[in-house]
């Protein structure tokens, strides 16, 4: 039998590279790396060679894994945490975009946040909520 086909029986019911393996696997090259340019350091080398050590074993063990409903669990589970973390960075980059054209107040009255567009001087600002009105240089 060839080398491959032996290997494709091999990984018949078991895991194989998921979104997490690959995730996984770029992380350790990662910290290989780094480990290149701080490894002189014997603190920081032990730490670096525990983690990766771990890391390589957990990412084999998943891969390996016979027992696919777990593993798709825990994927499905990064796949969750990745999606939100992508739109939490989404939201700060808007309000990052956003600061630049818009001055925020607060309003004195209910504390509810209004924003104006920067560059227009002293402003008299009516608040959405509670029609208080106030000046404001945006
Ligand atoms: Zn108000």
Known sequence: MRLRDRFIRFMYGRNGVDQLGQAESFVLLALVILGLFFGRVPV?????YIVVLAGFI???????????????????????????????RNKRRVRREQRKI?????????????????GRGKVCITCPKCRQEFVRKA
């Not at 998943?62 to 739109?87: D, G, L, P, T």
């Not at 504390?111 to 920067?118: C, I, Y």
């Open 44 to 48: 920081v080398r032990s730490i670096l």
């Open 58 to 88: 957990h990412m084999y063990f998943r891969m390996f894994s016979k027992n696919i409903a777990k593993r798709q669990k825990e994927n499905q589970w990064f796949c969750n945490w990745r999606y939100q973390f992508a739109i939490r």
């Open 102 to 118: 818009y001055s925020y107040f607060k309003c004195p009255m209910c504390k509810q946040k209004v924003r104006v567009p920067k």
